[in-house]
């Protein structure tokens, strides 16, 4: 029989909390998650993996072959593949490898050379094993090139657009070269930069007749977060899953996805943190990742309104992407995403207001926020370096009792 314990509320909050179940495996925390396959229930990764073997097993097959299925490969999608296949078969060639331990086969290879799409169900019976034991083991993932965030490229430092917000509009042909020269337009509307607006951007006081809140500071700060957060989650290609990486921004940004009001800086890095080091993210870097993001979000805003306005067109594209994606899903599954939808459509709109501000902006006020970003992570290593020596103090108090006791 299930065992269930009744969390404690809070007085200040006014939800009643269902009662919630133990992880069946570890039998320490609360469960969160349930297997699809055999109904056991979990709290995190470690304990997924360790509960049935051959549960985990048959469940990343079957969601490796649908996903196989469900691709819709191009050109491009096939270059980056092939590029994989061979540099992993290359590697594997010079390692001189066991032949049970080899990639694929030479006639799978040639398939794929020859411009032939592959699926998961193409593969033998003893590749499938392999490229299963790869993708567990995290051999797969040592074959992906490390994404360079735009951010951090030269060019990123010299966006410029118009007054109204859109693309510089080149007039003559003679003049290009002398632009080009001059204020490296072509190099900022490359393709490593997100492009800019394609429609002027409109006036603050035409979308709303209300003052701007004194917190959309704050509020962009949480937004340029959760962007990084995913663009690095995905190695800057979002576009490969529109819905995953939409639903990454609304669960690590409280302002789009929970309808948050962070005051402060501190409150709203906090909370992105928070998001960062829970269960669902936390195999990806923890806390050393989170604190990188910070540095995302301080070079962004040392590079100005252009590229923070280029930014949230990217993330607005980013949203827009994962709602059409969705409503494909729904239509095709008949499944319930509206809720989601609905936390989109918000986004999309929150998105879109915050970049027409953004526009609006002073130079300088980029660069007040910036030190604020810097001098707020200084507080949290302090806060996070102070409790680690804490409990490093604790426990040394606990060796030498243990150790007193002993002698007596």
């Known amino acids: 029989m299930e065992e269930e314990i009744r969390t404690s509320v809070d007085s200040s909050s006014s939800v009643n909390l269902p009662l919630r179940t133990v992880c069946h495996v570890c039998h320490k925390q609360f469960s969160q998650y349930t297997c699809p396959r055999c109904n056991s229930r979990y709290c995190s990764l470690q304990c997924y993996k360790s509960h049935s073997n051959r549960c ?53 290879i040639e398939k794929v050379l020859a411009g032939g799409q592959l699926s998961f169900d193409d593969l033998s019976a003893e590749e499938k094993k392999r490229f299963l034991r790869a993708m567990a083991s995290g051999e797969l993932s040592k074959m992906i090139e490390p994404w360079e965030a735009w951010w951090t490229k030269p060019s990123a430092r010299t966006i410029s657009l118009s007054k109204e917000g859109t693309t510089l509009v080149q007039l003559h042909a003679e003049q290009q070269s002398t632009i080009s020269l001059t204020s490296g337009v072509e190099a900022n509307q490359s393709s490593e930069i997100p492009r800019a607006p394609d429609t002027p951007l409109p ?3 035409k ?21 990084c957060f995913t663009l690095r ?10 819905i995953g990486s939409a639903l990454v921004v609304l669960s690590v940004s409280s302002v789009l996805g929970q309808s948050g009001q962070p005051e402060t800086v501190l409150e709203a890095l906090s909370s992105c943190l ?15 990742l989170g604190l990188s993001i910070i540095d995302d979000v301080a070079i962004l805003l040392s590079l100005g309104g252009p590229a923070l306005v280029c930014l949230l067109c990217d993330l607005q594209r980013l949203i827009q992407a994962g709602e059409r994606d969705l409503k494909s ?19 999309d709109r929150k998105i879109f207001f915050i970049m027409c501000w953004v526009h609006e902006q002073p130079s300088e006020a980029w660069s007040t926020l910036e030190n604020i970003v810097k001098m707020e992570k200084s507080s949290i290593m302090e806060f996070e370096n102070h409790k680690m020596s804490t409990k490093m103090d604790s426990k040394a108090k606990r060796s030498d009792k243990v150790l007193i006791e002993e002698i007596k």
Not at 207 to 227: Q, R
Request: proline letters at 2%.
């Open 233 to 242: 989650l995905y190695n800057g290609d979002w576009q490969s899953d529109a």
């Open 274 to 288: 928070e998001q960062t080091c829970s269960p669902a993210y936390r195999h990806v870097g923890g806390l050393q």
């Open 203 to 205: 006036l603050l006081s």
């Open 329 to 347: 899903e729904k239509r095709r599954k008949k499944s319930r995403w509206s809720d989601i939808g609905t936390k989109l459509k918000h986004a």
């Open 56 to 108: 985990t097993e048959s469940f990343m097959r079957e969601n490796v072959v649908e996903e196989l299925r469900q691709l819709r490969t191009d050109d491009r999608t096939k270059r980056k593949t092939l590029d994989i296949l061979k540099r992993f078969h290359s590697e594997e060639e010079m390692e001189d490898l066991d032949e049970d331990d080899s990639t694929l086969s030479e006639e799978t």
């Open 207 to 227: 979308l709303s007749s209300a003052k701007p809140s004194p917190l959309l500071a704050v509020h962009l700060v949480d937004i340029i977060y959760s962007y």
